[in-house]
């Protein structure tokens, strides 16, 4: 039996699901593997990374920020192709060390207070019982489709109160969260559903910097500033709109910070760039991967509608299950170990979240959905100092639409196959066709 990691670098396998039984092979072999990085898809050769799969060693990786760090080579798998793209993107807050992560996480963190997170998860709430009315309609049975009519916009509208966008503009979020988690997958890579005519004068200008195809029909990267052109141009104009009208949204908190919290322009523009795409894109998958988990289970579905007081425990054991951000990236800065592996200095270290969730070390029966599991030492929102500051929202939301649509119905089933993002990075869904009954 084959025990070549090599498939889990072609994002083509990942769209027949997660290949979980290699995972779980390599994990029972070794806590760490040596993967190659082959050319693939039109995308250069890299110098291969160690692939960390048991969850008490992803966890010591992380918690390790000097020795393996998220700015040396940024957080993407596959090297940025200039030092010029690198030494952008290395202003995100995704892809700083402490004590620099620390000064920009601070400002963010203010504009969740209590108040602040209050009103967003009455909006929340609000939203999923509109978006599951819309869906369901009049009729006593019908067949949506759970991605396009339900996931893709309650983290949309749950964003345009976050940011600040105004609503008619946040189909924008959708394009661009495409672009860049889809880039691998070419149903998304080009993704321009944003109709200008809806939305504001602010949209419009910035779709005058949207990036053209080239020669091959493709668009630059969008890991690049130049293939996000029209995102900064927008996040600049709404800055302008925030510093008129402020609010109490993450834009205007931001905006207001001085001294040493103050934001440079490029910290600004990364800002924006990581709440507009991986504030929208990881809740978007964890939200159809949570109603496929209760698919693939309907007696927990059964117990679960029976039981509401079970969503306790239940979101995070159907994010647990599903796991929408499979990787990330660290680099070493000297040469050490991990689980007794030597790593050279400048080698790239590559958590497993997907594995990790899976560890049968610490997770009884970990390929069975238990809505009851506890405790559920799950690591989708990270881990250490970069643990996600969205994770409060995004229980919120997973719970508020997934309740929302079981409140609405007597019964859900499958209308169809779902249809699986092609990415080695997050486990996305494009389409879930479902049918219900009131």
């Known amino acids: 039996m084959s025990l070549d990691p090599t498939p889990l670098v072609d994002p083509r396998t990942f769209v027949d699901g997660v290949p979980y039984d290699l995972l779980a092979r390599l994990r029972a072999a070794g806590p760490v593997v040596w993967v190659e990085e082959p050319p693939l898809l039109g995308l250069p050769g890299g110098p291969g990374f160690w692939l960390v799969l048991r969850h008490a060693d992803v966890t010591a990786t992380l918690r390790q920020p000097r020795l393996f760090s998220s700015w040396l080579g940024a957080t993407q798998i596959?090297?940025?192709?200039?030092?010029?793209?690198?030494?952008?993107?290395r202003r995100m807050m995704l892809n700083m060390d402490p004590p620099e992560h620390g000064r920009l996480r601070r400002p963010v963190?203010?504009?969740?207070?209590?108040?602040?997170?209050?009103?967003?998860?009455?909006?929340?709430?609000?939203n999923a019982a509109a978006l599951v009315a819309r869906a369901l309609g009049d009729a006593d049975e019908g067949t949506c489709d759970f991605v396009g009519d339900l996931a893709a916009d309650l983290p949309l509208l749950t964003l345009a109160d976050v940011l600040g966008v105004p609503e008619p503009d946040r189909r924008l979020l959708y394009d661009w969260s495409n672009r860049v988690i889809g880039f691998q997958d070419?149903?998304?890579?080009g993704s321009a559903a944003f109709d200008p005519g809806g939305g504001t004068a602010m949209a419009r200008a910035a779709l005058r910097h949207r990036p053209a195809p080239g020669p091959d029909g493709r668009l630059p990267d969008p890991r690049?500033?130049?293939?996000?052109?029209?995102?900064?141009a927008y996040a600049h104009l709404l800055a302008q709109e925030r510093r008129r009208r402020p609010g109490r949204d993450v834009m205007s908190v931001l905006l207001a910070e001085r001294g040493e919290d103050r934001l440079s322009v490029d910290e600004f523009e990364n800002m924006f760039w990581l709440f507009a795409v991986a504030g929208n894109e990881t809740i978007r998958n964890g939200l159809p991967g949570a109603m496929i988990a209760l698919l693939e289970h309907p007696a927990e579905l059964d117990r679960l509608r029976r039981d509401p007081s079970l969503f306790d425990t239940a979101v995070d054991e159907l994010l647990r299950w599903w796991t929408p951000v499979?990787?990330?990236r660290r680099t070493a800065t000297a040469d050490t170990a991990v689980a007794g592996v030597p790593v050279r200095a400048g080698q790239k270290v590559v958590v497993s979240f997907a594995s990790a969730n899976r560890d049968e070390r610490v997770f009884a029966d970990p390929d069975r959905l238990d809505l009851a599991r506890h405790p559920n030492p799950h690591l989708v929102f990270g881990h250490g100092p970069h643990f996600c500051l969205g994770a409060h929202l995004a229980r919120c939301q997973l719970r508020a639409l997934v309740g929302a649509l079981?409140?609405?119905?007597?019964?859900?089933s499958y209308a169809g196959p779902p249809v699986f993002l092609r990415s080695t990075f997050q486990r996305g869904v494009k389409r879930l066709p479902i049918h219900w009954r009131r």
């Open 78 to 89: 596959r090297d940025p192709a200039s030092d010029a793209d690198l030494g952008y993107v």
């Open 109 to 126: 963190a203010r504009a969740f207070t209590p108040r602040a997170v209050a009103a967003l998860e009455a909006s929340i709430r609000a």
């Open 186 to 189: 070419p149903d998304y890579a």
């Open 224 to 232: 690049t500033r130049a293939g996000m052109a029209d995102l900064y």
């Open 326 to 328: 499979m990787v990330f």
């Open 406 to 412: 079981l409140a609405g119905t007597t019964s859900i």
